[in-house]
């Protein structure tokens, strides 16, 4: 379906990394000073992520995300205990050099919980 005003496509993992990439890549001497965020679609902390995740490909589905599995692997939406947020918080920031995380409303208190576990899990590793 074509996007019309108003409606995005997510990019997948990949096409992020891309992106990302090329970023950098254009930054140049720079690049050192270059400080990325990541706007988080949904966050969502649950002992069902895989349940959760295929609730919103419903959602999502005309983003791009019409499968659990790409809500899942998506760097845009957090789906999963607080503790595997967490993680993949770790690791987006890590794969992609997202410092600044923010969602919008329906997701904040959701988030508020995953922070503390990403601030314990930094500072084991």
């Known amino acids: 379906m074509p996007l019309a ?3 995005f496509r997510m990019a997948s993992p990949d096409e992020t990394l891309r992106r990302v990439d ?3 890549e254009r930054a140049g001497s720079r690049v050192d000073a270059l400080e990325f965020n990541v706007l ?3 966050v969502l902390v649950t002992d069902d992520a895989e349940a959760k995740a295929a609730e919103l490909a419903t959602v999502f589905a005309h983003t791009g995300l019409d499968t659990a599995r790409r809500v899942l692997d998506s760097p845009y939406v957090l789906v999963g205990t607080a503790e595997e947020n967490a993680r993949k918080l770790l690791a987006n920031r890590e794969r ?7 969602t919008h409303g329906p997701g904040r208190d959701a988030l508020a919980e995953v922070i503390p576990h990403a601030r314990r899990l930094a500072e084991e590793s």
């Open 40 to 42: 988080l679609q949904a």
């Open 96 to 102: 992609y050099g997202f410092g600044y995380v923010t």
């Open 5 to 7: 005003l108003g409606m």
């Open 22 to 24: 090329g970023v950098r």
